[in-house]
């Protein structure tokens, strides 16, 4: 019998093997948006154990866990050892069948560790020690993971304050993988709560040396820290949204509207949609100007557990699919900015399934023929990273554009361990188009066009139009 995760998982045909095996496996790794800590890399981390590097701030398994009646003392406590969450993690694993966590974990097991036995309670010391021995070695830092993995660049995710000393760190070091920062500016558009906002402002401020107390001021404070992320490498920039804000508003408007809160009043919903969508548009200006790429996350409902919030606080789990229905507003964000000359080359992810055709059509109308593929349907995103999301994504894009010019998939992950999932695509995707070919939906006499496919999906594509 083979083992689980053997050369040919998921290929089911000769053609997907040779797609896989001679085409998308060597292509090297770009992870244009992840949640790597740059310091990290900068310091070469050194990971304590299996326990840290893979259940550390891993909301994917938290949520397994709490399902399986564990509890939270062995998930996100501090009174509990490693050895006993990954017990418990352990015991999970085989409750985890038929869910995407069965197919990664056991991915990462054999392709950072060599482990090939499955992970449940009697197999968990010995695979405990085995990887916390690997861990141990130099091969197995934070950067060592990276060249394991044949990384060729990351993009990590970062607010207008932050300093970007560790991006620096890591250019200066000779690191062979170039790391590169996103901007990341929801906080400045954040105006949920004004206290908290004034906060915001202030450390801005400081970050970037203008005095703000009028909206005008909030502009040239980010065109300042948008030149600087420019000046450190940075080439996309990442928006985070519940839904798509689109409404009507004068600057008149913006300004009173910035003088309430930042007095310290709260605003009314109306007011929020106005004033996210007046600093939407600046900020898409701004990637617009600067040659950027942007990125549109939007449709989570985020921290729907109240009293683990208060407890947790977010990104522990607790954030589902939003029923939001963002077609109009997109039409009227997307039309402006291309009736001014300034819409960016823009990928567009969306965390509800049922809006895939929306999104793969919706791209089509502001693809200008200044770039193969200025607009994109981003891969599957948070809820829909696993087999089924990703076809879903795909036969969407097929149907209504053009798969071929496709930037393929991402990590957008907080660990090192991370990057088979861009080996579980690549294997989804060769199976994809394989089984095409052996079904006659594709023709062989085609078969150079599609092994080029298959590498500009996985690689050449994001390479070209990131310009990485």
């Known amino acids: 019998m083979k083992d689980f995760i053997n050369e040919d998982f998921l290929l089911q045909s000769d053609v997907a093997k040779m797609l896989y095996h001679e085409h998308a496996e060597k ?23 299996i326990t840290e590097i893979w259940l550390g701030g891993d909301h994917y398994k938290w949520r397994a866990m709490r399902a399986n009646g564990v509890d939270e003392k062995y998930i996100t406590g501090k009174e509990t050892s490693d050895w006993e969450k990954f017990e418990k993690w352990a015991e999970t694993v085989p409750y985890t069948l038929r869910n995407p966590l069965y197919h990664w974990t056991h991915l990462e097991l054999k392709t950072a560790f060599g482990i090939s036995e499955t992970l449940n309670p009697a197999s968990a010391k010995r695979i405990y020690e085995k990887c916390n021995e690997l861990l141990a070695t130099p091969e197995y830092s934070a950067r060592g993971l990276m060249k394991r993995y044949n990384v060729e660049s990351v993009c990590t995710t970062d607010d207008p304050i932050d300093t970007l000393e560790y991006h620096k760190t890591i250019a200066d070091s000779g690191f062979e993988v170039k790391v590169l920062p996103t901007w990341r500016p929801d906080k400045a558009m954040n105006v949920t709560t004004a206290a908290e906002y004034r906060v915001y402002l202030e450390k801005l401020s400081q970050a970037s040396g203008v005095t703000i107390s009028k909206f005008d001021d909030l502009v040239e404070a980010l065109k300042l820290r948008h030149q600087y992320f420019a000046d450190h490498g940075c080439k996309l920039a990442d928006h985070g949204l519940a839904d798509i804000p689109a409404a009507d ?63 947790l606080g977010p990104d522990t789990g607790f954030d589902t699919i939003g029923d939001f229905r963002c077609a109009e507003a997109m039409v009227k964000l997307f039309d402006r900015l291309n009736s001014e000359g300034k819409l960016a080359k823009t990928i567009i992810y969306n965390i509800n399934p049922a809006e895939n055709d929306m999104v793969a059509a919706m791209i089509a109308n502001y693809q200008d023929g200044s770039v193969p593929g200025k607009m994109q349907f981003g891969s599957g995103w948070w809820f829909n990273d696993q087999m089924g999301g990703m076809l879903r994504q795909m036969n969407a894009l097929s149907e209504q554009g053009l798969l ?65």
């Open 404 to 468: 071929s010019r496709f930037v393929g998939m991402l990590t957008d992950s907080r660990s090192f361990l991370s990057y088979p999932r861009h080996e579980y695509f690549r294997r989804i995707l060769c199976n994809m188009i394989g089984n095409d070919v052996v079904n006659g939906i594709l023709p062989e006499s085609e078969m150079g066009r599609i092994k080029g496919m298959i590498e500009d999906i996985c690689y050449c594509n994001a390479k070209s139009y990131l310009n990485l």
């Open 27 to 49: 292509m090297p790794i770009i992870d244009y948006h992840c949640h790597l800590n740059p310091k990290m890399i900068a310091d070469d981390y050194k990971f304590s154990s």
């Open 249 to 311: 508003y004068t600057m008149a408007e913006i300004s009173a509207i910035f003088d309430k809160v930042y007095g310290g009043n709260e605003l009314t919903k109306e007011e929020k949609t106005k004033y996210q969508t007046a600093l939407l548009i600046i900020l898409s200006e701004m990637n617009a100007e600067a040659g950027w790429t942007q990125q549109y996350h939007y449709g989570p409902l985020r921290n729907t557990n109240s009293r683990m919030m208060a407890k």
